[in-house]
């Protein structure tokens, strides 16, 4: 018996003795969705993606451009699920107005703030085609009552036209706050001066224009010349 408890003993002492079993590893983190990470840039446009990303893609788009719709009915998903989630690429869109309607759209847009940007621009391009043939219905004299309007008049009524304000409605913009916004001069002033960086700086010929690492891509104005840059700087 006392040999027993002596062995018993020991091999106690030998357990203790023993390292301690190495943990087992932690389940791998999730991959970050970097496309839920949506900021206002200095610049006056909008970022999607990781600010760190090794390419960093800026479009200069029209909200009354057929490219650009063609863009961001096509390409934009593309680019999104492909190569901003992964966090490699980010995208940031800057508006190019060309005409009132941009104006109002782009303003709209802005107004929604980083959460509704890119949903509210997904949709004023998807539905361009609609919105554009309201202003080819209005009859002359129509057309040129709203040409008479004073700015934020006018930009008032195109943006109830189109419907940029019930589409900004829900978004998170209410009736009060689109009013403020459609007549901020301030806003209409960063629109008109990133339209002036666009063709003084990177030499903007048309629109769609991307700005790949701070050079112009140009020729460039679909995905299928987009996406082979992408792959060649390392995308």
Not at 134 to 142: I, P, T, V, W, Y
Not at 147 to 160: D, G, H, M, Y
Not at 207 to 224: E, L, M, N, Y
Request: with cysteine.
């Amino acid at each position: 018996m006392r040999m027993r408890a002596v062995l018993a003993a020991a091999a106690a002492a030998i357990v203790l003795m023993m390292p301690a079993a190495a943990p087992a590893p932690a389940v791998a983190q999730a991959q970050r969705d970097w496309t839920k990470v949506v900021v206002a840039t200095p610049e006056g446009g909008f970022r999607m993606g990781n600010p760190d990303a090794r390419i960093k893609v800026v479009e200069y788009g029209s909200l009354t451009c057929p490219h650009c719709a063609r863009f961001a009915t096509q390409g934009v998903p593309k680019l999104v699920q492909n190569y901003v989630k992964s966090g490699r690429v980010s995208f940031e869109l800057r508006n190019f107005v060309r005409n009132p309607h941009d104006m109002a759209g782009a303003l709209l847009s802005g107004c929604a703030g980083a959460a509704g940007f890119f949903p509210m621009v997904e949709r004023i391009f998807a539905t361009q085609d609609q919105w554009v043939a309201k202003f080819g219905r209005l009859s002359a004299s129509e057309y040129d009552a709203l040409e008479a309007l004073p700015q934020t008049q006018k930009l008032t009524r195109i943006a109830a036209i189109a419907g940029f304000d019930a589409l900004a409605a829900r978004h998170g913009v209410p009736a009060a706050k689109a009013r403020a916004c459609l007549a901020d001069e301030k806003a209409i002033e960063r629109l008109v001066q990133m339209r002036q960086v666009a063709v003084t700086r990177f030499g903007l010929e048309g629109t769609p224009t991307f700005v790949i690492d701070g050079r112009t891509a140009k020729g460039v104005s679909d995905w299928g010349a987009l996406e082979p840059l992408l792959r060649g700087s390392g995308g």
